[in-house]
């Protein structure tokens, strides 16, 4: 073929890397974006319904804007893989791809004539990112998975939460980010392997060992200990003061001193320093048993000043401390404005949208979010036409529900 299914004007340190992203929801597809903000080139494969994340969540002018999120620097068409016509397209754009990712419950692919063996004789060098919630393997492979079970299996709702009350779930997607983080590196990993020997290989990414490596050091404590960690609210296992505590304005802020030498700082500013002159103040587990006094001394004098005046007397007494943001503050903070965290983009649909900024930043060859998400198959047109798919049969294949 003459042309390439692949935008090549992309720049950036993982441009030349094309990626097919047949994934869906959140986890897998923001391995895709991840790699896409560094260059690579990505062709984000939806079923002809679209992606599901399209219809979740807030909406503007009735477009999700989940999508433009998760859509960003991705180009799109439709393609139901369930189709043998589906089939065929798919594996002529496997052929020119170094990455596939997808999440579809293990033996799907291998239904569809997907699978990697099948894939990789045409293409050897093919890395294959297979994310789903349990692993391609074992007694629970073939359950549906999301990251709210995850959340729940991994341990992390049980012991987040107020100790007197139920587990609690993280209000946003935790168990999708990790892996999608954690599915970007293993992609690039298995890319590195391939520059040794030339050869692509399999990546079996579960949702639930992905949050599972983040955990800490709780499951190495549990096997030599025998304990596990409880619910405390927002104190800490292992050190006080960790809390949140109410201004005398209605606001909030989060502090945390981890060693011995902040602590002392907190307690001298807050009028306390006989505390820090206790026996048991010297370790965290001596602070952590005196928790109840330390966080009395603490409250009492934050909730006597305004939240802007306890984030100033912190600061100046080099303790830590942050003001509890909601995403208003987020969007008016003066620090991410300088760091241009979050930019404003135009938008076919939209007309603007803002979005996160790149998550890391390099010296040398910086990444950048070039475009929220597309309409659904908007480059059908130009992809299919690369590959010698002229406009009478897309359009046929359109009305065949293919496309």
């Given amino acids: 073929m003459s042309d390439s299914v ?47 994340i399209r219809t979740f969540g807030a909406r503007k002018d009735d477009v999700s804007l989940w999508w433009k999120l998760l859509g960003r620097n991705k180009d799109c068409v439709s393609l139901d893989l369930s189709t043998p016509e589906g089939q065929e397209i798919f594996r002529r754009l496997a052929g ?75 209000s946003f997607p935790m168990g999708d980010g990790v892996t999608g983080v954690m599915t970007a590196f293993a992609v690039l990993t298995a890319l590195r392997a391939r520059d040794r020997d030339g050869h692509g290989q399999v990546v079996d990414v579960s949702l639930w060992e992905s949050l599972l490596s983040v955990v800490g050091a709780y499951p190495t404590v549990h096997a030599a200990l025998g304990t596990v960690p ?15 505590y109410r201004t005398k304005d209605g606001g909030w ?21 006989d505390l820090a ?20 001394a603490v409250a009492a004098w934050v909730g006597a000043r305004d939240r802007d005046d306890v984030v100033r007397a912190f600061e100046e007494a080099e303790a830590v401390v942050a003001p509890v943001y909601d995403f208003a503050d987020v969007a008016a903070d003066p620090h991410l404005a300088h760091r241009e965290a979050l930019i404003d983009l135009p938008d076919p ?6 979005l996160q900024n790149v998550p890391f930043r390099l010296s040398r060859t910086p ?37």
Wanted: aromatic share 6%.
């Fill in 277 to 296: 002159e206790q026996p048991w103040f010297g370790t965290g587990t001596g602070r952590k048993e005196h928790v109840e006094e330390i966080d009395e």
């Fill in 349 to 354: 649909e939209l007309g603007s949208v803002r």
């Fill in 6 to 52: 692949y935008d090549n004007s992309v720049r950036g340190p993982l441009s030349g890397i094309r990626v097919l992203d047949a994934a869906t929801l959140v986890a897998a597809p923001l391995a895709g974006c991840l790699l896409a903000d560094y260059g690579a080139e990505v062709l984000k494969v939806e079923h002809p319904r679209g992606d599901p």
């Fill in 96 to 170: 020119e791809a170094d990455v596939v990712i997808e999440n579809f419950r293990p033996g799907t692919f291998e239904k569809w004539g997907l699978d990697y063996d099948t894939l990789s004789a045409e293409n050897p060098g093919l890395v294959m990112a297979r994310v789903t919630g349990y692993g391609q393997s074992g007694p629970y492979a073939r359950r549906p998975g999301f990251g709210t079970a995850v959340e729940a299996l991994s341990g992390v709702a049980a012991m987040t939460g107020d100790p007197h009350g139920p587990p609690v779930l993280p």
């Fill in 230 to 244: 409880e619910r405390r609210g927002n104190r800490s296992a292992g050190n006080a003061p960790r809390n949140t």
């Fill in 253 to 273: 802020v989060a502090v945390s001193a981890p060693s011995r030498r902040i602590a002392e700082r907190v307690m001298r500013l807050v009028g306390r320093p």
């Fill in 367 to 403: 990444g950048a979010v070039r475009h929220a998400g597309g309409r659904l198959g908007g480059d059908n047109a130009r992809v299919y036409g690369a590959l010698g798919v002229d406009e009478d049969r897309v359009a046929e294949l359109h009305r065949e529900g293919v496309v």
